[in-house]
């Protein structure tokens, strides 16, 4: 029984990390894009299509930023929960 519920939630985080990558992968690439909209518009003097592709540059990099410091969080909390797992265990032997 425990082993299923192991097997299901390995499962889990890995569709769940497949997720993040597909994620991470489109932002960089909207990024790129970005920063070729801008590079168009102002080649052709389209300020309407520089600046779709500044928007569109600075709110994928900002997702990108966003994902990056919510993965520092999860392995400091990860981290964190071990250190305290630990300590709980090494007082419990202690006893």
Known sequence: MESTLVDKRSQITKVNNATSLI?????????????????????INSPIIYWSGIV????????ITMKFLTAIMGFINTYLDLKERTQRKTSKTNQ
Not at 27 to 41: H, K, N, Q
Not at 56 to 63: E, Q
């Open 23 to 43: 994620e991470l992968l489109a932002a960089i690439i909207l990024c790129i894009f970005g920063m070729f909209l801008a590079e168009l518009g102002n080649e």
């Open 56 to 63: 569109a540059s600075i709110s994928a990099a900002g997702y």
